[in-house]
């Protein structure tokens, strides 16, 4: 009865290290919003614990909030934007599109910092990374920035 007994309450105890365990490794996602140079910005992080592994962007332009009403002034834009978008192709760990329809454009951005380069994305302006990169990147950190640039957390 004893030896049943301790190996129940050691079999519990794992069982309930596991589960604590693996709660502590599960990816989640924050996502903010705000407004930057009269875009809608919303930003969503996946994270596990701290470490940020992935930080998608969806850029809005409403023609309207620019004056834009002209086709040609549309296309203008979708062009310079698809110039600038050139840059991101060949960036390891980034994607990176522009899209446009009659009253917006939209510009996503996916950067994966697990397979990313921090040196060439800072080289290329892709984001600001602030501080020490060994580690990664601090979803501490990065929530707070944001939070200070105006952002508000979408829940």
């Known amino acids: ?81 698809e110039t600038e978008s050139k840059k991101f192709q060949d960036i390891k760990g980034v994607k990176e599109s522009v899209k446009s329809n009659d009253n917006q454009l939209i510009e996503n951005v996916e950067v994966d910092y697990e397979k990313a380069d921090f040196k060439e994305l800072r080289d290329n302006n892709v984001v600001d990374i602030i501080g020490d990169t060994d580690k990664g990147v601090s979803m501490k950190k990065s929530e707070k920035f944001i939070k200070e640039q105006g952002f508000k957390e979408k829940k």
């Open 1 to 81: 009865m004893k030896i049943s007994m301790k190996l129940m309450v050691g079999s519990l105890l794992c069982t309930m290290m596991l589960v604590l365990l693996s709660a502590c490794g599960k990816e989640e996602t924050k996502t903010f919003t705000g407004e930057q140079n009269r875009a809608d910005v919303e930003m969503t992080y996946t994270y596990k614990g701290d470490k940020v592994l992935k930080q998608t962007s969806k850029i809005t332009i409403d023609y309207k909030d620019f004056n834009i009403t002209e086709d040609s002034q549309k296309e203008e834009l979708k062009k310079q934007l």
